[in-house]
Protein backbone atom coordinates (compact mmCIF):
# COMPACT_ATOMS: atom_id res chain seq x y z
CA UNK A 1 0.00 0.00 0.00
CA UNK A 2 0.78 3.48 -0.40
CA UNK A 3 2.49 5.04 2.48
CA UNK A 4 4.61 8.48 2.86
CA UNK A 5 6.46 8.17 6.19
CA UNK A 6 8.25 11.51 7.75
CA UNK A 7 10.86 12.27 9.89
CA UNK A 8 10.59 13.16 13.46
CA UNK A 9 9.46 16.20 15.20
CA UNK A 10 11.81 19.44 15.38
CA UNK A 11 12.78 22.20 17.35
CA UNK A 12 15.16 24.99 16.22
CA UNK A 13 16.22 28.26 17.26
CA UNK A 14 15.43 31.56 14.93
CA UNK A 15 17.31 31.97 11.91
CA UNK A 16 18.07 28.30 11.48
CA UNK A 17 17.03 25.80 8.69
CA UNK A 18 15.11 22.47 8.98
CA UNK A 19 15.17 19.93 6.85
CA UNK A 20 12.24 17.47 6.94
CA UNK A 21 12.38 14.18 5.26
CA UNK A 22 9.51 12.13 3.51
CA UNK A 23 10.04 8.38 2.69
CA UNK A 24 7.90 6.56 -0.08
CA UNK A 25 6.72 3.20 -0.85
CA UNK A 26 4.04 1.08 -2.08
CA UNK A 27 4.55 2.71 -5.52
CA UNK A 28 7.51 3.78 -8.03
CA UNK A 29 8.58 7.33 -6.51
CA UNK A 30 9.54 8.90 -9.82
CA UNK A 31 6.19 8.59 -11.24
CA UNK A 32 4.51 11.04 -8.90
CA UNK A 33 4.98 14.94 -7.69
CA UNK A 34 5.52 15.10 -4.09
CA UNK A 35 4.53 18.05 -2.41
CA UNK A 36 4.56 20.10 0.76
CA UNK A 37 1.82 21.88 2.75
CA UNK A 38 1.94 23.38 6.01
CA UNK A 39 -0.47 24.05 8.80
CA UNK A 40 0.59 26.42 11.87
CA UNK A 41 -1.23 24.76 15.01
CA UNK A 42 -5.00 25.32 15.00
CA UNK A 43 -4.91 27.15 11.52
CA UNK A 44 -6.11 26.06 8.16
CA UNK A 45 -3.53 24.53 5.20
CA UNK A 46 -0.79 26.44 3.08
CA UNK A 47 0.88 25.17 -0.14
CA UNK A 48 4.34 25.20 0.08
CA UNK A 49 5.89 23.85 -3.07
CA UNK A 50 6.37 20.66 -5.30
CA UNK A 51 9.22 18.65 -6.52
CA UNK A 52 9.37 16.41 -9.31
CA UNK A 53 10.58 13.39 -8.21
CA UNK A 54 12.24 12.04 -11.53
CA UNK A 55 13.58 14.80 -12.81
CA UNK A 56 14.60 17.06 -9.80
CA UNK A 57 12.40 20.45 -11.14
CA UNK A 58 10.83 22.02 -8.26
CA UNK A 59 7.88 24.88 -8.37
CA UNK A 60 7.88 26.94 -4.73
CA UNK A 61 5.00 29.49 -3.32
CA UNK A 62 5.44 32.85 -4.17
CA UNK A 63 5.53 33.57 0.00
CA UNK A 64 8.57 30.84 0.46
CA UNK A 65 10.98 31.76 -3.09
CA UNK A 66 13.98 32.10 -1.10
CA UNK A 67 13.88 30.20 1.70
CA UNK A 68 12.98 26.85 0.79
CA UNK A 69 14.60 24.12 -0.73
CA UNK A 70 13.50 20.84 -2.17
CA UNK A 71 15.59 18.22 -2.99
CA UNK A 72 15.26 13.96 -3.10
CA UNK A 73 17.36 10.78 -3.01
CA UNK A 74 15.90 8.27 -5.37
CA UNK A 75 17.73 5.42 -4.64
CA UNK A 76 16.05 5.51 -0.83
CA UNK A 77 12.29 6.53 -2.49
CA UNK A 78 13.07 9.87 -0.27
CA UNK A 79 12.16 13.55 -0.50
CA UNK A 80 13.72 16.13 1.62
CA UNK A 81 12.13 19.85 2.22
CA UNK A 82 14.75 22.33 4.03
CA UNK A 83 13.75 25.88 4.66
CA UNK A 84 15.88 28.69 6.16
CA UNK A 85 15.94 31.68 8.21
CA UNK A 86 13.37 29.75 10.29
CA UNK A 87 11.09 32.88 12.30
CA UNK A 88 8.26 31.85 14.78
CA UNK A 89 5.56 32.48 12.25
CA UNK A 90 7.48 28.66 10.63
CA UNK A 91 6.32 26.63 13.43
CA UNK A 92 3.87 24.43 12.43
CA UNK A 93 3.02 20.85 10.95
CA UNK A 94 4.44 19.84 7.99
CA UNK A 95 3.22 17.74 5.67
CA UNK A 96 4.22 15.48 2.44
CA UNK A 97 1.60 14.49 -0.34
CA UNK A 98 1.91 12.75 -3.27
CA UNK A 99 0.15 14.33 -6.57
CA UNK A 100 -1.99 12.70 -8.58
CA UNK A 101 -3.03 12.82 -12.60
CA UNK A 102 -6.05 14.62 -10.87
CA UNK A 103 -4.26 17.53 -10.06
CA UNK A 104 -4.73 16.92 -6.42
CA UNK A 105 -3.01 14.89 -3.35
CA UNK A 106 -4.48 11.21 -2.85
CA UNK A 107 -1.68 10.27 -0.21
CA UNK A 108 -0.18 12.09 2.76
CA UNK A 109 2.46 12.13 5.43
CA UNK A 110 1.75 12.00 8.88
CA UNK A 111 3.26 15.46 9.38
CA UNK A 112 6.42 16.59 11.07
CA UNK A 113 6.11 19.53 13.86
CA UNK A 114 8.48 22.04 13.70
CA UNK A 115 9.01 24.35 16.45
CA UNK A 116 10.55 27.43 16.59
CA UNK A 117 12.09 28.56 19.83
CA UNK A 118 14.70 30.75 21.06
CA UNK B 1 -7.29 32.39 -5.86
CA UNK B 2 -9.17 33.34 -2.67
CA UNK B 3 -11.15 30.35 -1.52
CA UNK B 4 -13.84 31.35 1.11
CA UNK B 5 -15.79 28.38 3.20
CA UNK B 6 -19.00 29.17 5.17
CA UNK B 7 -19.67 28.20 7.66
CA UNK B 8 -16.92 28.24 9.89
CA UNK B 9 -18.72 25.99 12.14
CA UNK B 10 -21.34 23.08 11.63
CA UNK B 11 -23.13 20.72 14.53
CA UNK B 12 -25.22 18.45 13.05
CA UNK B 13 -27.68 15.76 14.74
CA UNK B 14 -26.19 11.94 13.14
CA UNK B 15 -28.73 11.07 10.44
CA UNK B 16 -29.34 14.49 9.39
CA UNK B 17 -27.71 15.89 6.19
CA UNK B 18 -24.60 18.89 6.23
CA UNK B 19 -23.98 21.51 3.76
CA UNK B 20 -20.88 23.73 3.15
CA UNK B 21 -20.21 26.04 1.24
CA UNK B 22 -17.27 27.15 -1.01
CA UNK B 23 -16.76 29.96 -3.49
CA UNK B 24 -13.03 30.96 -5.09
CA UNK B 25 -12.39 34.47 -6.27
CA UNK B 26 -11.95 33.08 -9.92
CA UNK B 27 -13.26 30.83 -12.17
CA UNK B 28 -12.10 27.14 -11.43
CA UNK B 29 -13.00 26.49 -14.80
CA UNK B 30 -9.51 25.41 -17.00
CA UNK B 31 -8.58 26.04 -20.73
CA UNK B 32 -9.05 21.91 -20.23
CA UNK B 33 -12.50 21.86 -19.51
CA UNK B 34 -11.85 20.52 -16.47
CA UNK B 35 -12.72 22.56 -13.23
CA UNK B 36 -9.91 21.78 -10.09
CA UNK B 37 -11.61 22.17 -7.18
CA UNK B 38 -11.32 19.42 -4.39
CA UNK B 39 -12.80 18.76 -0.84
CA UNK B 40 -10.86 17.04 2.02
CA UNK B 41 -11.59 16.22 5.50
CA UNK B 42 -8.89 16.71 8.32
CA UNK B 43 -10.60 14.07 11.00
CA UNK B 44 -8.88 15.41 14.34
CA UNK B 45 -5.36 14.44 14.70
CA UNK B 46 -4.63 12.96 11.61
CA UNK B 47 -3.83 14.30 7.87
CA UNK B 48 -5.67 15.70 5.48
CA UNK B 49 -7.80 12.61 3.20
CA UNK B 50 -9.35 12.99 -0.11
CA UNK B 51 -13.20 12.48 -0.13
CA UNK B 52 -13.86 14.73 -3.71
CA UNK B 53 -11.93 15.66 -7.04
CA UNK B 54 -12.99 17.77 -9.84
CA UNK B 55 -16.42 19.32 -8.19
CA UNK B 56 -18.04 15.81 -7.96
CA UNK B 57 -15.68 12.78 -8.32
CA UNK B 58 -15.70 11.04 -4.91
CA UNK B 59 -12.45 9.16 -4.17
CA UNK B 60 -11.65 5.50 -4.11
CA UNK B 61 -13.50 3.94 -0.22
CA UNK B 62 -15.39 7.31 0.26
CA UNK B 63 -19.04 6.35 1.08
CA UNK B 64 -21.94 7.52 -1.30
CA UNK B 65 -23.58 9.94 1.42
CA UNK B 66 -20.87 12.29 0.09
CA UNK B 67 -21.56 14.05 -2.82
CA UNK B 68 -20.24 17.76 -4.31
CA UNK B 69 -21.87 19.23 -6.85
CA UNK B 70 -20.84 23.39 -8.42
CA UNK B 71 -19.38 25.06 -11.22
CA UNK B 72 -17.11 28.27 -12.25
CA UNK B 73 -17.20 29.78 -8.23
CA UNK B 74 -19.36 28.66 -6.10
CA UNK B 75 -19.24 24.99 -4.89
CA UNK B 76 -21.01 22.81 -1.98
CA UNK B 77 -19.99 19.69 -0.63
CA UNK B 78 -23.20 18.13 0.91
CA UNK B 79 -23.37 15.24 3.24
CA UNK B 80 -26.75 13.41 3.26
CA UNK B 81 -26.60 11.71 6.34
CA UNK B 82 -23.90 12.68 8.78
CA UNK B 83 -22.40 9.91 11.12
CA UNK B 84 -20.04 10.41 14.16
CA UNK B 85 -16.71 9.58 12.14
CA UNK B 86 -17.21 12.14 9.90
CA UNK B 87 -16.17 14.77 12.63
CA UNK B 88 -13.28 16.94 11.75
CA UNK B 89 -12.17 20.26 9.80
CA UNK B 90 -13.47 20.32 6.22
CA UNK B 91 -11.36 22.53 3.25
CA UNK B 92 -11.85 22.72 -0.04
CA UNK B 93 -8.69 23.52 -2.33
CA UNK B 94 -8.21 24.67 -5.67
CA UNK B 95 -5.50 23.44 -7.82
CA UNK B 96 -4.86 26.46 -10.70
CA UNK B 97 -1.78 27.21 -9.99
CA UNK B 98 -1.01 28.36 -7.22
CA UNK B 99 -2.51 26.02 -5.04
CA UNK B 100 -4.50 27.46 -2.02
CA UNK B 101 -7.38 25.67 0.71
CA UNK B 102 -10.14 27.47 2.01
CA UNK B 103 -10.13 28.09 5.94
CA UNK B 104 -11.95 25.18 6.47
CA UNK B 105 -15.42 24.22 8.09
CA UNK B 106 -15.08 22.64 11.51
CA UNK B 107 -18.12 19.48 11.46
CA UNK B 108 -19.28 18.51 15.11
CA UNK B 109 -21.80 15.66 15.95
CA UNK B 110 -24.64 17.21 18.70
Known amino acids: QVQLVQSGAEVKKPGASVKVSCKAS????????VNWVRQATGQGLEWVGWMNPNSGDTGYAQKFQGRVTMTRDTSISTAYMELSSLTSEDAAVYFCARWTAAHTFDYWGQGTLVTVSS | IVMTQTPLSLSVTPGQPASISCKSSRSLLHSDGKTYLYWYLQKPGQSPQLLIY???KRFSGVPDRFGGSGSGTDFTLKISRVEAEDVGVYYC????????FGGGTKVEIK
Open chain 1, 26 to 33: GYTFTSYD
Open chain 2, 93 to 100: MQSVHPLT
Open chain 2, 54 to 56: EVS
